[in-house]
T-cell receptor
Framework: NAGVTQTPKFQVLKTGQSMTLQCAQD?????MSWYRQDPGMGLRLIHY???????DQGEVPNGYNVSRSTTEDFPLRLLSAAPSQTSVYFC?????????????FGQGTRLTVV | AQSVTQLGSHVSVSEGALVLLRCNYS??????LFWYVQYPNQGLQLLLK??????LVKGINGFEAEFKKSETSFHLTKPSAHMSDAAEYFC??????????????FGQGTELSVKP
């Protein structure tokens, strides 16, 4: 099993550009989420999904959109990139009903907005 | 609301010395607690978790953590540090409501350095 796969690994954007960060998992997990990691701030939740067709906002959702059309995929869209969105982004998935189960993380996407 | 505080953003130990990384949580119900490790330019991987039962939890790579309800703590320890333990460590608590998407609430992280 590949687990959680994120693409791309690195990206440089100009201010105002848009892009989509891809996330796919092959574990049939219903729960998927996106986090951003910034120095000294840990991981902060951007958006999450409890299943196909269902998404909700996390702690820092502004400037990001998500959709969940299949169980496997959970892309994150930056509508108009800003320097404040320079960060490392992680996608994670968890088993259904899994408040006590571990989350599996992708390798991350390092995004720089200039 | 649940929250996690990690004391010390950076900890430095000598090889062979005790590793102690501190984590305190806030939760109105019995928590589900996790420690994750992140090696440079990698994603996060699970070290260990506490759900119910035994309060001393053993994880991978010789790490263990003890859940202390009276102190609302879940500190991570390893008796003897190895150079390969140098990484960033995150404590997390699980949101308990299923409709919250299995959210994990993370602490700020502690970077562990190991000196030869």
């Amino acid at each position: 099993n590949a687990g959680v796969t994120q693409t791309p690994k690195f990206q440089v954007l100009k201010t105002g550009q848009s892009m989509t960060l891809q996330c796919a998992q092959d574990m049939n997990h219903e729960y998927m989420s996106w986090y951003r990691q910034d120095p000294g701030m840990g991981l902060r939740l951007i958006h999450y999904s409890v299943g196909a067709g269902i998404t909700d906002q996390g702690e820092v959702p502004n400037g990001y959109n998500v959709s969940r059309s299949t169980t496997e995929d959970f892309p994150l869209r930056l509508l108009s990139a800003a320097p404040s969105q320079t960060s490392v982004y992680f996608c994670a998935s968890r088993k259904t009903g899994g408040v006590e189960t571990e989350a599996f993380f992708g390798q991350g996407t390092r995004l720089t907005v200039v | 609301a649940q929250s996690v505080t990690q004391l010390g953003s950076h900890v430095s130990v000598s090889e062979g010395a005790l590793v102690l990384l501190r984590c305190n949580y806030s939760s109105s119900v019995p928590p589900y607690l996790f420690w994750y490790v992140q090696y440079p330019n990698q994603g996060l991987q699970l070290l260990l978790k506490y759900t119910t039962g035994a309060t001393l939890v053993k994880g991978i790579n010789g790490f263990e953590a003890e859940f202390k309800k009276s102190e609302t703590s879940f500190h991570l320890t390893k008796p003897s540090a190895h150079m390969s333990d140098a990484a960033e460590y995150f404590c997390a608590v699980s949101e308990i409501w299923a409709n919250q998407g299995g959210k994990l609430i993370f602490g700020q992280g502690t970077e562990l350095s190991v000196k030869p």
